[in-house]
């Protein structure tokens, strides 16, 4: 990051807080609905196993059948996280209108609710990242990237008249072009699009104790009296054209991995099976140790810097991780809403159903130990380090047992 006045503030209020969350642990058994109607099973159901895999499931998988089913699955999954995504951010784009149109407390709340309920889907995409999108990495600089200079955006502390919002010699006009092409084009930090400047632009920087970021509802009146900040008819356009190039990006994904000539679904049918396990389980393993690992947890945990957490201001991180870990479930299971699929476990039980047991443990343990650090996580890296440490370890034990699936399955990893 760079050397900005709002980063030595905000690093400066980090010993003593004590975050309230906004959410708990909700997303644990909500459904989240759209054109997928994605349900997440609930982690209790899910994860429950007697040690003795069902008859059904055991037995040589018949040819490249099984692998075949899984694969299918596998794009079924994404292609429906992907649609959940866009149903999430149609409903914030409502609730953004009613903002801009009617600035309020009440009106702030809901759309910052449903920034949060869109963002849950996201994460049980976020496996495919590694092995698919149709713009690879520039795809997740658009839709996800982070962390982010706030000063390009908007207003912080210590400089009321940085960012794009109140630029109007550079940017005259806020159109989705322009955030578009701004997007890091003066730096890795200088984000403009995606999940996290809106973010941003709805909960302003996090500099309390006790809860996130705290904009006003008054940075987006215009011609009041009470109005707080300047530019507050632009700060509302780029709210909403940010909002509507997200959904553009997203939208790109779920076309990618519906049926069809060069699809991604149709890419991984077409090579041969087992190179595309191998992209699919080096996904998973990537995500497990190196996505949810180091770049959402060891990096703030190493520093106790919350600069390195990815959600921060909305003190979502805990969701962030934990949804990732739901995303790596719902591929082992082969289970998503109304999609019964065959999943990773198949193909593994079928050799191996002591493996399996130890899969199912591996996945359970995690899981546990990430909704034992509790949230808000910044709080968690300061005073919960003993937790963070067995989430991360419990992690990368996860990826481990992933590997040895990828032995048993004979597939090379990327």
Not at 40 to 50: F, K, P, R, T, Y
Not at 171 to 179: E, F
Not at 326 to 336: C, D, H
Not at 351 to 378: C, N, Q
């Amino acid at each position: 990051m760079t050397e900005n006045t709002h980063m030595t503030a905000r690093s400066s209020t980090l010993d003593g807080r004590n975050r309230s969350y906004q959410r708990g642990f909700e997303p644990l058994v909500r459904r989240a609905r759209g054109p997928a109607t994605a349900l997440v099973v609930a982690l209790s159901a899910m994860l429950a196993c007697d040690g003795e895999p069902d008859d059904s499931e055991t037995g040589e998988p018949e040819d490249d059948e099984q692998a075949i089913a899984f694969i299918e699955t596998y794009a079924d999954i994404m292609q429906a996280g992907y649609l959940d995504a866009l149903t999430g951010v149609a409903t914030l784009d409502i609730k953004i209108d009613a903002l801009v149109e009617e600035p309020s407390v009440e009106t702030l709340v809901a759309a910052k609710q449903a920034w949060l309920s869109a963002r849950d889907p996201f994460g049980w995409t976020d496996v495919a990242r590694v092995n698919a999108g149709p713009l690879g990495e520039e795809a997740a600089d658009m839709i996800n990237a982070w962390p982010i200079d706030e000063s390009f955006i908007d207003y912080v502390e210590g400089a009321p008249n940085s960012g794009i919002i109140n630029d109007l010699d550079d940017y005259p006009a806020i159109t989705i072009d322009v955030i578009r092409q701004a997007n890091r084009a003066k730096g890795p930090d200088q984000v403009a699009t995606g999940y996290h400047a809106i973010e941003f632009v709805l909960w302003g920087q996090d500099m309390q104790s006790d809860g996130a970021g705290t904009r006003p509802y008054t940075d987006f009146l215009v011609d009041d009296d009470d109005a707080t900040a300047d530019n507050q008819e632009r700060r509302g356009t780029y709210l909403k054209q940010a909002n509507k190039l997200l959904a553009e990006d997203l939208q790109k994904q779920a076309d990618a991995w519906a049926p069809g000539p060069h699809s991604l679904r149709d890419q991984l049918l077409d090579q041969p099976v087992k190179e595309s396990l191998g992209s699919i389980l080096g996904a998973m393993i990537d995500l497990s140790e190196d996505g949810l690992v180091i770049a959402n947890m060891s990096m703030a945990y190493d520093t106790q810097d919350e600069e390195y957490e990815q959600s921060c201001f909305s003190d979502n991180t805990h969701n962030d991780i934990l949804n990732g870990q739901r995303g790596l479930q719902n591929i082992y299971f082969g289970e998503y809403d109304t999609i019964d699929g065959v999943g990773l476990a198949a193909l593994v039980v079928a050799l191996d159903p002591k493996l399996d047991e130890t899969m199912r443990a591996r996945m359970s343990e995690a899981t546990a130990a990430i909704i034992d650090m509790g949230p808000p996580f910044d709080q968690a890296i300061l005073v919960r380090r003993d937790r963070v440490a067995a989430a991360i370890a419990a992690l990368k034990q996860q990826a481990a047992t992933l590997r040895e699936i990828a032995t048993l399955l004979e597939v090379e990893l990327p």
